[in-house]
């Protein structure tokens, strides 16, 4: 034991952990989480660098595929079918939306398949679970970042002014990528049990974005019930948030607030749901 | 400070093996299997077959600074322990009290991604492994240095050779320092320098003072770097004692697996010459000092008998005996487990015993070994005569050749020869 105390400070007292079987609701161990941000930036930094690697383009595909899909919407929806767009520039106006939006699709495809994606890491070492789908929804901020400089572009072209609404833009970023955070827990979680739920998340995806305000104004939902199930969905008014903030269009009407809620409530409960599971993921992934 | 580091209370883990075989359980076969229960009004019991107890109630301790090695078989446990032990699965039964730090190192590059460079997944399979950045960054030289791959430092990792990954990816783990290590099998990779190298490692890692779990086949290793071993057989902790010994039941064990293969012997079926039976010898068998089957020794080297006996039902304690008998003279020499270990409380079948015969006083000749074992009130509940036989030749270990002498025994005395008159 005379060697053991030279290289190692009795003094110091050491963490003593506890491993028993888990049952039923067990807190959520946030601060755990706060322990393991190095990891989590690791990882984050990891999905960036990789995205891109061995692509000859590399990291301008953050720019060319909104600037593509814009280039689709604009032709297809702007001149063919003629969408009415808020007095806006149509190329401008579907590719603010286009921006939240492919930082959301992203964020919840990658969230979606992060646990069975790294199932390596799942079952050789332990950190908190979490950590994969919460990186995975924050390694699309770089592609958002780099796309936004072609916004600056566009709206510099369109000579659009600017006006004090854009300080919401960081909220509007935040509730962005909890939704998807929210949704994406939910669907990795399930993911690792069901494998069904890989192949859901593209029509999910998509309906999604036929649910939401990328390509048209809202103003072509009609009033009434509808517009009410409508406005629920948080990225709505995200979408909305983004042509206000931005390009001085209508701003998001009250129905944001109870898509805030459900978000919040969807956050939780998939933070719970998620916790419950993560014992069992190493046997089942 | 505690002086345990590793507090392992009756740990059992379940897996259902049932559902496992099914590929992947998909929403539609959890939505079939809840209706069906829904119908039945009780859930579906799960047949025996279908549940393995991968650790079926393992208890020890580990205190500070040991360095335990774990053996057995393919399926004995012995992964599903150190993923309890690492916090990767949750025990089924049980609990694990760790103090300090645990740093797993199950698998070599875990999180090794091929796109990025060695400078890369060096800091990226630090953190993964727990390490913090400054950390990383303090050692990062001398973890670049173990790995020999300086100047592919900038190179994508999937352009190494294997060796090189894996040489990168040792060289990150050796220089984790958590309190509590547990490594699987990573020796088992690597060319027969390296292995040497991250053995050397291993052994540094233990002279600082860590407690380490170390789980490989490699017996020699085992022996080397640890000082105390645990045998797992089928999720059970069989044996639980020196490094040595416990290569030495592993060995055994293994080899018993095949009937025919001399030299441990089945004595369930043969004739009982005294006993009530309520516990029975069914295994014998004779290694040398190197954990080997041998069935002849040289003069004075050690032998050890390994001992099998299984209970029906559990008597209160036991205590073993052997009688050595040479084929010409009879009975040599006999020795009792109680003269230096007191009588054995079973908690379960089977009963793994065994004795160094060491020193080994025989001259040459044929022996027999007859065994039994005693009751606490000196009742035999077993008794076999003559169930092996083994030879001593007339050579020393050297090779030098062990001229006739009289005496049914031989014992190295301390001699002491000179010209001058004891001073």
Known sequence: MTYFMNSINPKTPLPVTIYEPSNGWLSLHLRELWDYRELLVFLTWRDIKVRYAQAALGAAWAILQPLLTMVIFSVIFGRLANLP????????????????????AGALQRAGTSLVGNSNLLTKVYFPRLIIPISAVAAGLVDFLIAFIVLVGMMAFYNIKLTWAILVLPFLILLTLLTALAVGIWLSALNVQ??????????????WMYAS??????????????????????????????????????????????????VSVLLLSGLYYFKRMERTFADVV | MSDIAVKVENLGKMYRIGSRQEQYPTLRSALISGMKRFVKKKSIKESAQDILWALNDVSFEIKH????????????????????????????RGRVILHGRVGSLLEVGTGFHPELTGRDNIYLNGAILGMKRAEIERKFDEIVAFSEIERFLDTPVKRYSSGMYVRLAFAVAAHLEPEILVVDEVL?????????????????????????????????????????????????????????????????????????????????????TSGTGLAKISKVSITNNDGLFASSF????????????????????????????????????SSFQYDDQPLFKAEKSP???????????????KYSVSLGIFGPANEFYDWVDNVMQFLIVGEFTSGKPFDHRLGLTTIKYQWDVRNEKDA
């Open chain 1, 85 to 104: 767009s808020d007095g806006i520039p149509y190329p401008v106006f579907s590719y603010v939306a286009l921006l939240p939006w492919q930082l959301f």
């Open chain 1, 194 to 207: 069901y494998r069904d739920v890989q192949h859901m998340i593209p029509f999910l995806i998509q309906a």
């Open chain 1, 213 to 262: 305000p990328v390509a048209y104004s809202v103003g072509l939902v009609p009033t009434g019930i509808w517009r009410i199930v409508y406005g629920l969905n948080p990225m709505v008014g995200v979408i909305q948030g983004f042509r206000w903030a931005l390009l001085g269009a209508a701003p998001p009407d009250e129905l944001m607030v109870v898509s805030i809620l459900i």
């Open chain 2, 65 to 92: 600074g040991e360095v335990v090695g774990i053996i057995g078989r393919n399926g004995a446990g012995k992964s599903t322990l150190l993923k309890v032990l690492a916090h990767i699965t949750d025990p089924t």
């Open chain 2, 188 to 272: 088992a990779v690597g060319d027969a320098e390296f292995q040497k190298k991250c053995l050397g490692k291993m052994g540094a890692v233990a002279k600082e003072g860590r407690t380490v779990l170390f789980v490989s086949h490699n017996t020699s290793a085992i022996k080397s770097l640890c000082q105390r071993g645990i045998m797992l057989l089928h999720g059970n902790l069989v044996f639980d004692g020196s490094a040595n010994d416990a290569v030495n039941h592993y060995v055994l064990s293994t080899r018993s697996e095949d009937q025919n293969e001399q030299p441990t012997r089945d004595v369930l079926d043969f004739p009982r």
């Open chain 2, 298 to 333: 040289a003069i004075w080297e050690p032998l050890r008998l390994y001992i099998v006996a299984n209970c029906d039902q559990l008597p209160s304690s036991v205590s073993f005996w052997v009688i050595i008998k040479s084929l010409s003279d009879g009975a040599i020499v």
């Open chain 2, 351 to 365: 009963i793994y015993a065994s004795v160094q015969i060491n020193p080994n006083i025989l001259v040459p000749g």
